[in-house]
């Protein structure tokens, strides 16, 4: 009987564990509020205050969510996902991409976010983030992300060589407005054998960039907007 027992105990485990990107996406929340000290849930922020286990994913605030297919889950017309809490057990859901601009986040930016595998897109512009952009954050860990956004908020320090890893899905990347400061980085070697052939945007204008542009700007063939401006470049 006791061996059944735990048989039935481990099926319930597995059949109501919860989905890994949302755990992941908990574990983020306070961090982006400014509550990351282990003090605070992050639900003093309005937008991140969605995100909880009893609300359904398709009221969670800046999440656009998709199937391990690649099929976005409809959450724009009324239907039984809007009210649908279970689909936070649903193992085949994924995070596809984020957008809480102008959400009053204060925080810094959480190295779990390279953990969302199927993340296209992350926006978190017109906040208050404060810190440096983690290098394990750019690594080719965080999917296969086409768009970067982190414009107008209060980042420092050097951007990491690594943001050249994003390439080759890297459509659009821009961290203007900021105060990173040092030279823009050179790619590292598997970057440089690969540029970004898919890049359209790249904005670093108004930060603390100082020293020479590098060369491999002039070898992204489908940049169609490069904005330096307002640097210390030469």
């Not at 059944?4 to 982006?32: R, T």
């Not at 994913?57 to 391990?68: D, E, H, N, V, Y």
């Not at 690649?70 to 649908?84: A, K, S, V, Y």
């Amino acid at each position: 009987f006791f061996f059944f027992f735990i048989i039935i105990m481990l099926c319930l485990g597995a059949c109501f564990a919860l989905n890994s990107d949302v755990l992941l996406l908990l574990q983020i929340k306070p961090i982006l509020s400014g509550d990351g000290d282990g003090d605070g849930d992050g639900d003093g922020n309005p937008s991140l205050s969605t995100w909880t286990l009893h609300t359904p994913l398709c009221t969670w605030a800046g999440i656009t969510w998709s199937f391990s297919n690649g099929t976005l889950l409809n959450c724009t017309m009324p239907n039984n996902n809007n009210n649908n809490t279970s689909l936070s057990n649903d193992p085949s859901i994924q995070a596809y991409s984020i957008a809480l601009t102008s959400a009053r986040l204060s925080g810094s930016l959480p190295r779990a976010l390279s953990r969302l595998p199927a993340l296209r897109s992350l926006d978190l512009s017109n906040n208050s983030l404060s810190g440096g952009i983690p290098a394990s954050l750019l690594a080719q860990t965080l999917g296969p992300i086409q768009s970067l956004r982190l414009s107008s908020n209060q980042l420092s320090g050097a951007i990491p060589a690594s943001v050249w890893d994003l390439c080759p899905h890297l459509r659009d990347l821009r961290l203007d407005h900021n105060s990173f400061s040092s030279e823009i980085p050179a790619p590292v070697a598997a970057a440089a054998r690969s540029p970004c052939a898919s890049l359209r945007t790249l904005d670093l204008s108004s930060n603390l960039l100082s020293g020479p542009v590098p060369s491999l700007l002039g070898e992204f063939a489908n940049l169609t907007q490069l904005d330096l401006s307002n640097n210390r470049l030469r």
